[in-house]
Structure formats: C-alpha cells, structure tokens
C-alpha cells in the first residue's frame, strides 16, 4: 500500500469539447477499437509458414496526439497526453517515513519456514547493495514463519521441562539410575515413533502435533512405571530377573491395556465431533499424535521395557551402594525436616480434640441443671414471635384480597413460623438430650504414642496413611460414603462463581490499534496533516510507553496508527496503556478514535463481542441501529461501541427525471457513462511503452471537475445537441454504509464492542441483548440473538458434554468387556466426578479462564483418572484369588499399588505443569486451562482413588452377592414349581 506506478492520461479540456461537439463516448470506443493487437493467422509462402499479426497499438505520445477523431480534428485539438504518477487513495509512514507496505503470500504447496527464510536473505541482500545502503530499509511486521518458530521453540521447551520433571520424579520414587533411565526412554522412543507414523500417513509435524505430543510427556511414561514397578516388586519377592520381567509384565499387562485405551477412546467424540469446523481440525491434528504416542508407550511398556530390565537390571555394585547410601543420608534431611513440620500440626490438632472434649463436658454440667428454664425461656421466646407474625399475616390476607402483593409482609410472617419451630425444637433438645449426653458424653480423644510419623520414607507415611483411612472407612461404609457424597456437592461454590469464556484466540498483546475516522472533505494532502497530528502526540509517548514502531495507513476518510512492540509487555499492560492513550489522546473537532481494531461476525476473539439487528427496510434499520448503539454504550463492561456506518464516506446521490430526459434525447446510459468518465476516466488498453505496458486513461482534466458546480453543469452529448446534467436531475446528499450485511435474505445492522474481561463475554452478551429488547421494533425487525457469542457457545458446551457423555458411556463398555463384568467398571467410574471437582477447583482458585478448551480438558481427564483405578481394582480383583478375606484383599492391593499410583499421576501432573503456567499465545490456542483441568483434576482424583475407589468396590461386589442371590433364589423357586 502506497506504491506509486507510472501511467499515461489523456487529459481531455471541457470547453474544447463542447465547443467541437464531441461525444465522448464515440471517441472512447475509437480509442478501444483501435489500440489492439491480435494474430490474424498464418500464411504460407515457398513451404515456410508464417503467423500473421495485426499490432495497432499506440507506442508514442505523438501517436496518440496525432490520432484523428474527425476530418480537420485530431485528439492534440481537444486534450493533452502526459506521463503522470497514479496514486493508491491510501498511503504509509513508518516512524514518520514514507513506507511502501505490502503482503507477501506463499504457494499452496510451500513450505512457510522456507520461505520465509529466503525472503529474508533476499531483504539482507537488498540492505547491503552499495548503492541503497542508508537509502531505504526493510522492516518485517508480521510474520507467521516466526510464529510458527517461536511456537515450535516455546512447545519444545514446555516438553523438556515436563519430560525433565517428570524423569525428576521417576528417580525420587526408584531411587535406581537405570531403571529411571530404563522408563525415561520410554518418552522419546513413543515421541519419535509417533512423528515417523505423522510422516509416513501423510501428516506434518506443526504447532498441533507438538501441542499433542507436549500433553502427553508425562503419559507417556505411566505404562512403564506400573512396568517397571511390578517387575522391581517381583525382583524384591527373590525372583531372577528374566522371571521377574515376564511376571511382572504378565501381571499389570491387562490393566495397562485397558488404562491406555480407555485414554485413547476418549479423543474418538472429539476428533469426529461436527459443531465447531475450526475445534475439529485443531482436535484431531492434536489428538491422533498424542493418542499413537499412547499405543505406542503401551508397546515399549510390554515388550521392549522387560527385556530391557532383564538385561541391565542387576544387583548394585559395592560402589552404587556407597553412592545410594551416601544419597539416602543426604534425602533423609528433607524428610526428617517434613517430619518435624508435620509434627507441630499433629499436637495441635490433638490438643484441640482434647480441649473441645473437656469444654464439651464442662458445657453439658451446666446446662443440665438449667434445661427447665431455658426450655421455657426458647418456649416463651417462640409464642411471642408467633404473636407478632400474626399482624403481619391479617396484612398479608387485606393486601392480597386487595389485589396488591405484599412480598415484605410474607417474608415477616415466614420468619416467625420459622422462629417458632426453631425454638420447638431447641427446647426439645434441651429436655431429652442433653442428660443422655451427659450420661454418655464419649471417650476422651486417644493420643497417639508419637506424633511424629513412621518410618523414614514419605512414602511410607503416605502408605500407612492411606491404610489407616481405608480401615476405617471399610468399618464406616455409610459415613465414609457421606463424606465423599459432602466433598462432591462442594463442586457447586466453583460453579457457581465461575464463568466460561468463548472458543477463540487472545487479543495481540504486542500492538495497539487506533482507528482515525473523519469527515470526508479531506483531500490526501490534508487527511496527511491530521494524521500527522496523531503521530506527533504519540512520538512524544514514545519513551515512555516503549513501543518499537509507529505506523500510520490513511486515506481521505480516515486511518489507522499502529504501536507496536518488539516484547509483548503483557495483556494487563496493555489495557492500562489502551486506557491512558484513550483518556490523554483527544480527537479534533470532526473526528472520532476507535481504540479497538474492526472484527468479522465470523472471527472468534474473546475480546470482542457482536450484536446484530435484522429487518427488511434499511432507513428504519439504521435508525434502530443507532438506538441500539446509544444503550450499549450506556451498559457497564462493555467500550469502543461501534458500527459499520461510523467512517462511511457521505454520499451524493443523483436521481435523473426520465421524462425530462426523453424529452432531450438523453439516455439514462448516456448520463451515468459521462458522469462516470468525468469523475473516474475510461480505461483504455494498455500503452506499449519501450520496456513495458502502461495503463492508458482518458479522463477529463482533474481541475476542470473538481466542484459539485462543474458535475451539476457537466454536458451530455445527445445525437442533435449537448444538455447540462442539471436540466433532467437531481443531486443530493446522503449519509453511506460501510458494509452491507443480508442474513437469510435481511439486511443487518452489524455492532461490535469491546468486553472488560474475557471472562464476561457471554454475561455481557445476554446483558446487551436484554437491553436491545427494549427497542419497540415492528413486525419484520428482530435480533440476531440466535448468532450471538452466547448462542454459539451454548452449542460449544451441548456438544462437549454429549462428548464428555460419549467419552464416558465408550469407557464404560471398555471395561466391561476387558473386565468381563458389568459392576467392576462402575466402581472405577467413580473416580470421574471428584476428577471434575478438582478439575472446577483448580480452575477456580488459580483465576484461569476456563473456556471450551478447558472443557476439552475434562473430557481428556475422564480417560486419564479412570487409569489408577483400572490398575487398582485389578490387583484387588487379583488378590481376592488367593484369599477369602475381602478386607485384606482390599489393603494388601491398596498398599501394592500406591506407589505406581502416585507415581504416574504426578508424573503427567508435572509433565502438565509446564504448559498450564505458560504464557498464552496471541495467534494460537490458549491451552492452559485444558493443562489446568487435567493436572488440578488428577491430583484430587489420585487421593479420591485411593479411597473412594476401594469402598464403590466392596458396595459394588455387596450388590453383586445380593443381586446373585436374588436371581438364583428366583430360577430355584420357578423350577420347584415347574
């Protein structure tokens, strides 16, 4: 944009042409008839052939001067040739320097690095020829190449981190170098073996297959962890190790299996789901990668990982030994000091126990005595405030039998029944129970022999206390179940305080849009100056603001400034800077600032929203458009409410009398062909200059035409005569639009404004809507509600829970024919809603905008949780084999199987970690709340698993007895009487 090219204009004089009585339109077709050149065919001549041509186009100015219009008549006569500049309507500056701005677009099949790369060589090249150096400089705006880099770079580093944590954990947990490198490996062979896979079906390694491989760094090495940990735990019952490794494998192999492709079937609702084309897409190019890199994992896990071990898994050296002894001094430091900080929490949650018992017995020895009086006392208390709702319910009858609702009074006799019954029943308490408690007041509460934990290993702690929990719920099923039941309705106080921002991408966050319109008188040079002004207001800012470039677009309606940052200083910045330029940067008189930059209906931007108004008559619609822009405006969270009629250029609308017309000789073709070669000229083909073509214009001399006088005074040729335009029209103003939108063949009337917080965006669409209600339109006018950021979002979140439904149902029916039962599978189903109250809790307390993204994330959670449970309730199913006691067999698999629990969930909870603290991208997809759902929801699902789990398992083999019993006493009962 701002390019200036060479042309040739034919520049015809007024008064010459009228006073030869030209028509122009003859002379424009002459000119196009004539200025050609075109093959004619071939000619043969002695056996050669030849191909014949016709060039008749003009090659010099004096040809075309020299071109004969009529006898004694020539194009010189009436007009001048010259080579003259032809200029865009549109100009740059650059830092306050003329720019040339242009759009550089790759082939289909390129690839975008590639180029790009090339591109800026050619640049290099370009600033370092000798005769440009400090004459002209290239400056690179936008470039998707360096996104798609920088992206690369910033998703490689999330997986290392995560990969390194992850391995960081692995080594806590084994303590075995070896082994921890044996599982570590399991990462980049799954990694690699899913990019070959990408490359031999076709795909390509981009942002969204690095984002699925990043998802599942931790993932990928769950499978051989449980591995890995069976066969260690067969090594430490005395088997050797070729027999360790295929036990070991052979005995989770099963659970893995099941655990990786429960994970896997979640993505098949996602990948195939139709709603929203773009999620689709980004799904599948995210999910394929990350579910082949599963497979995959859960190959090495079986296969290549026992032999592994059986090869290099050995006893340690006597110098491994020394080192392992040395590190198990040196790790036992953290671990006395967790001992002793866990220690002052114990005393003092002991010491409460005991002082609540003794301030509880000392209570009951002093209300006993006195439960008569007191009981009296809440009696009396209770009558009289029943006696004063009484008035306020003969209220409530004289009111309502008036016709005149009393809410006031209703809610004063409500709260005096209530009182009442209150005090009831506080008196009832007081006379029965309170001396059968102070008969049976209860044990004092027991303290433990020490206080401080067992054993020399966390996870020792975490063993003995999850025996302890496990214990005592298998000993209080109902009341272990009650308090899950009480965790679980706690999910309501997130959802209830938590808002879901729509699908899209975050505003960039390294420039700032400022749009200039203005009246439409300006001419280029003077739309220039008032530009100008803007730039050297914000020139002045510069230093302290701290942006790079200032670039400047106009033309003579308007324009657009542009700050721009090298370092994205961050979205808070950002609006505090949007803020201030918006209160110190006054517009002039005439003018108006958009501190925001325009949006289709169609881009998906959380901070933008649209509001659409739909008719059949576009006056009216605009002069409800308007309205509607006035209460917007009027409406708290939302700024820069604008409209596609603000900057529209003011019209002229010329409306010929056919009558007056026909009475002249004029054609309505006539006038609108020489009003139209007056203003804008006639192109002509093309001028053959010496080394290329020009365009060829011929038009009337700029400033002969340039007043509304000379276009009311403009002649049209007729056949006999030349008439003024003015003798059979009519000129008048009228406001333009700057877009024309038909919705279902209605013309809309398209608002755009800025939200306060992403997070509001559907609560500020429903507020506007609700507010452009009040419009009294007729019939034929309605709302585009039905289009709305709301609407579509609420179609978003149907569709996402008929696939979190469909995720679970697919689970479902995967345990049950690996489990070859039908309840089993229930039991590990109940790890899914404490996953999802994490998940909201997490969302909720770290301030992260959960958005359709995030809900993805719980459908991904609802294959990851339900991996722990798979691998539990198959050892405890195992265990019950080889013992009658159902209790045992729960303790004994819980405590064999904490550790790889724990182990795979907070390897793919720090795998997460990474991505879910990292920066949101501007021109991609935010992910963090998708790593947030799924970290936050696993570490609450891995406790929940450990204890919610075992006891759904015991109440689902109860149901199964019962159930069992009831059909076999059914099938005896029908046979004795057959």
């Avoid at 392992?324 to 409460?352: D, E, Q």
């Avoid at 609702?405 to 029944?417: K, V, Y």
Wanted: hydrophobic share 45%; net charge neutral.
């Amino acid at each position: 944009f701002g390019t200036l090219e060479d042309s040739v204009r034919i520049l015809l004089d007024e008064d010459k042409v009228r006073a030869a009585r030209l028509d122009i339109g003859s002379l424009v077709a002459a000119l196009m008839r004539d200025n050609f050149a075109q093959p004619m065919g071939e000619v043969n001549d002695g056996g050669r052939r030849f191909l014949l041509r016709s060039d008749m186009r003009m090659r010099s100015f004096a040809e075309i001067e020299n071109y004969p219009i009529r006898q004694g008549l020539r194009l010189k006569d009436v007009a001048s040739v010259v080579r003259a500049k032809t200029i865009r309507d549109q100009l740059t500056r650059i830092d306050g320097r003329d720019a040339y701005y242009g759009m550089i677009q790759k082939e289909s099949t390129a690839n975008m690095v590639e180029v790009s790369h090339a591109l800026r060589d050619l640049f290099e090249d370009f600033e370092s020829d000798p005769k440009l150096v400090g004459k002209i400089g290239v400056s690179v705006f936008f470039d998707q190449a360096r996104f798609i880099e920088v992206s690369l770079s910033q998703l490689s580093q999330t997986a290392l981190w995560g990969g390194g944590l992850s391995v960081l954990v692995l080594l806590m947990f084994l303590r075995r170098v070896r082994m921890t490198l044996c599982v570590a490996l399991s990462i980049p062979a799954s990694a690699l073996l899913a990019i070959t896979w990408e490359h031999f079906t076709g795909g390509s390694f981009n942002v969204l297959t690095m984002t699925g491989l990043t998802l599942g760094i931790g993932m990928l090495v769950d499978n051989s962890v449980v591995v890995m940990e069976s066969i260690a735990r067969q090594r430490s019952e005395g088997k050797g190790p070729l027999d360790a490794a295929v036990s070991g494998a052979r005995d989770v192999g099963l659970a893995i299996s099941l655990a990786t492709l429960t994970t896997v079937v979640v993505f098949l609702p996602l990948i195939f789901m139709g709603g929203n084309p773009m999620l689709r897409v980004m799904l599948g190019a995210m999910g394929i990668p990350l579910c082949i890199s599963l497979l995959v994992s859960l190959l090495v896990a079986l296969i290549f990982l026992p032999v592994v071990s059986a090869r290099i898994l050995g006893e340690r050296s006597q110098k491994a030994e020394s080192v392992a002894a040395v590190m198990g001094g040196v790790m036992l430091v953290p671990v006395r000091a967790i001992a002793g900080l866990v220690t002052v929490p114990r005393a003092a949650f002991h010491w409460g126990l005991a002082a609540t018992h003794r301030a509880i017995r000392l209570s009951l020895g002093l209300l006993v005595p006195l439960r008569w009086p007191l009981s009296a006392a809440l009696l009396g208390a209770g009558a009289l405030a029943l006696g004063r709702g009484g008035p306020a319910r003969d209220l409530v009858q004289q009111m309502n039998g008036l016709g005149v609702p009393s809410r006031a009074g209703t809610m004063s006799a409500s709260g005096s029944t209530n009182a009442a019954v209150g005090s009831v029943i506080a008196a009832l308490l007081l006379i029965f129970v309170l001396p059968h408690w102070r008969r049976r007041p209860g044990l004092p509460p027991r303290r433990p022999s020490s206080l401080r934990p067992k054993g020399t290993s966390i996870l020792v702690w975490i063993q003995e206390a999850n025996r302890s929990l496990l214990t005592w719920t298998m000993q209080h099923r109902l009341l272990a179940s009650l308090a899950a039941m009480g965790a679980l309705s706690s999910v309501s106080i997130p959802m209830g305080k938590m808002s879901m921002a729509a699908f899209g991408r975050e505003e960039e966050s390294s420039q700032i849009e400022i749009r200039v319109d203005m009246e439409d008188n300006f001419t280029l040079s003077e739309a220039s100056e008032e530009i100008a002004h803007y730039e050297g207001l914000l020139e002045g800012m510069r230093e302290e603001l701290g942006f790079e470039h200032l670039v400047a677009r106009f033309g003579v309606g308007g324009g657009r400034l542009e700050l721009q940052w090298v370092d994205r200083p961050g979205v808070v910045k950002m609006e505090a800077t949007r803020a201030r330029l918006r209160k110190e940067l006054q517009p002039r008189p005439g003018q108006k600032l958009i501190f925001s930059k325009e949006t289709g209906m169609d881009v998906a931007s959380r901070q933008f929203v649209h509001f659409q108004l739909r008719g059949t008559n576009p006056e009216q619609l605009e002069q409800f458009g308007m309205q509607a822009v006035k209460l917007l405006r009027d409406l708290p969270g939302l700024t820069d409410v604008t409209t596609s009629l603000e900057g529209a250029p003011e019209q002229i609308r010329l409306q010929i009398d056919r009558e007056a017309a026909t009475t002249y000789g004029v054609t309505s073709n006539a006038a609108i062909q020489s009003l139209t070669w007056a203003l804008r000229g006639a192109a002509l083909p093309r001028f053959q200059d010496v080394d290329r073509e020009l365009p060829l214009i011929i038009e009337y001399d700029e400033e002969e035409v340039a007043g509304l006088d000379t276009i009311r005074d403009l002649s049209v040729f007729t056949a006999t005569s030349v008439v003024p335009l003015s003798a059979f029209s009519e000129i008048e103003f009228q406001p333009g639009a700057g877009q024309i939108h038909r919705w279902n063949g209605k013309i809309t009337f398209d608002i755009q404004a800025r939200v306060d917080n992403p997070s509001r965006q559907t609560e500020l669409v429903r507020a506007g809507y609700a507010a452009l209600q009040t419009l009294e339109m007729p019939r034929g006018f309605s709302l585009g509600m039905d289009d709305s950021a709301a609407a579509r979002q609420a179609e978003e979140v149907d569709e996402l829970t008929n696939a979190l439904l469909l995720s679970v149902v697919l689970v479902f029916l995967l345990m049950g024919i690996l489990f070859e039962s039908l309840l089993l599978p229930i039991s590990v189903l109940t790890t899914i809603p404490f996953a999802i109250l994490g998940a909201l809790w997490t969302i909720y307390l770290t301030g992260t905008t959960m958005d359709s993204v995030g809900f993805i994330g719980l459908i991904i959670l609802v294959g990851v949780v339900v991996n722990n449970g798979i691998v539990l309730i198959d050892k405890i199913h195992r265990g019950r084999r080889s013992t009658a006691n159902r209790t045992e067999a729960v303790l004994a698999g819980s405590a064999a199987r904490v550790r790889p629990i724990l182990m795979t969930a907070l390897t793919t909870v720090f795998g997460l970690l990474p991505m879910a603290l990292s920066e949101a991208t501007n021109d991609g997809i935010d992910y963090r709340a998708l790593a947030t759902c799924v970290a936050g929801g696993l570490v609450i699902s891995t406790f929940f698993t450990l204890w919610i789990v075992p006891l759904a398992y015991t109440v689902m083999d109860d149901l199964t007895h019962t159930l069992g019993g009831t059909l076999r006493g059914s099938i005896r009962g029908r046979r004795k009487r057959t």
